[in-house]
């Protein structure tokens, strides 16, 4: 069973800011990464640690941290944005990879 | 750009060894970063298989550990994935990474559909 807990399925209105959460106590520790998988394709990372997107990605995706909580925000959600999110860090000792179960999201 | 591109048999046998390459473009293994390997069965989630630094140093899963070998060819610039004993539960996409310290996997190659079965 996976160590990081994520909703599995969450929707949102066109327009709307959307907040994605994962938790697991290696979060105490470790800052979690996100990706957005769609139908058919492979995982793309747009967060990663303290809160950091990689090239190409949107500013209206951004992570936080409280606790053993991580948040993934999209602010003002586009159609686009419909998608698999996926959560990861480090486990608890630090010496493996953990996933979480993936959240969908809807964009009404 | 870093590409990396998965390569291997579509089909194994229950029982027999599957056997998967990761070819990577546009970066040196040998220059740092670990390399991943990540699965994914039909209609599930994401199950990190393990990891290797070009010199060798490996992180595996420690529930599929038993059966799991990473390996690296820093002169072919790529590294593999040998999975022993599979079965039906095998059967996934797997793909290939790099893996950064700090936790995360990008970027990622396309996937590769395994499948288990007689």
């Known amino acids: 069973s996976s160590e990081l807990t994520q909703d599995p399925a969450v929707s949102v209105a066109l327009g709307q800011t959307v907040r994605i959460t994962c938790q697991g106590d290696?979060?105490?520790?470790?800052?979690a990464s996100w990706y957005q998988q769609k139908p058919g394709q492979a995982p793309v990372l747009v967060i990663y640690?303290?809160?950091n997107r990689p090239s190409g990605i949107p500013d209206r995706f951004s992570g936080s941290s409280s606790g053993n909580t991580a948040s993934l925000t999209i602010t003002g959600a586009q159609a686009e944005d419909e998608a698999d999110y996926y959560c990861?860090?480090?486990?608890?000792?630090?010496?493996?990879?953990?996933f979480g179960g993936g959240t969908k999201l809807t964009v009404l | 750009q870093v590409q990396l591109q998965e390569s291997g048999p579509g089909l194994v046998k229950p029982s027999e060894t599957l056997s998967l390459t990761c070819a990577v473009s546009?970066?040196?293994?040998?220059?740092?970063?670990?390399w991943g390997w990540i699965r994914q069965p039909p209609g599930k989630g994401l199950e990190w298989i393990g990891s290797?630094?070009?010199?060798?140093?490996?992180y595996y899963n420690p529930s599929l550990k038993s059966r799991v070998t990473i390996s690296v060819d820093t002169s072919k610039n790529q590294f593999s994935l040998k999975l022993s004993s599979v079965t039906a539960a095998d059967t996934a996409v797997y793909y290939c990474?790099?893996?950064?310290?700090?936790?995360?996997?990008?970027?990622w190659g396309q996937g590769t559909l395994v499948t288990v079965s007689s």
């Open positions: 990861n860090s480090r486990d608890s000792s630090g010496n493996y990879v953990v």
């Open positions: 290696s979060l105490r520790s470790y800052y």
């Open positions: 290797i630094y070009h010199s060798g140093s490996t």
């Open positions: 640690g303290k809160n």
């Open positions: 990474a790099r893996w950064a310290m700090g936790g995360w996997f990008d970027p």
């Open positions: 546009g970066y040196s293994i040998s220059s740092g970063y670990y």
